[in-house]
Nanobody, 121 residues
Framework: QVQLVESGGGLVQAGESLSVSCTAS????????MGWYRQAPGKQRELVAT???????NYADSVKGRFTISRDNAKDTLYLQMNSLKPEDTAVYYC???????????????WGQGTQVTVSS
């Protein structure tokens, strides 16, 4: 059993900062790429940022220069620092990770339950 649990999020005003984190737990053998996605009401889920196990990052154009993704491999934890937040950043933010389970030996895509980020204007 593998779980991704997000924390952080909340309500902030435009221009402020917020961070979210995601910790993987369970029968983990290896964690590969990790990422953050978000889904606003009435819209499809979209990629925010991804990071490889080696630390290479990729960002959506809409968040480049404002968001920073990072990970602590020793803690199996993913982070997203969000600065200069805009109302259009309002969404449920989901953590995603490619994890090979020590129980099955199979690599699978896991998702967190999501955490709400609301930016007021």
């Amino acid at each position: 059993q593998v779980q991704l649990v997000e924390s952080g999020g909340g309500l902030v005003q435009a221009g402020e900062s917020l961070s979210v984190s995601c910790t993987a737990s369970g029968n983990i053998l290896s964690i590969y790429a990790m990422g953050w996605y978000r889904q606003a009401p009435g819209k499809q889920r979209e990629l925010v940022a991804t990071i490889t196990s080696g630390g290479s990052t990729n960002y959506a154009d809409s968040v480049k220069g404002r968001f920073t993704i990072s990970r602590d491999n020793a803690k199996d934890t993913l982070y997203l620092q969000m600065n200069s937040l805009k109302p259009e950043d309002t969404a449920v933010y989901y953590c995603n990770a490619e994890i090979r389970s020590s129980w099955s030996g199979v690599k699978f895509d896991y998702w967190g339950q999501g955490t709400q980020v609301t930016v007021s204007s």
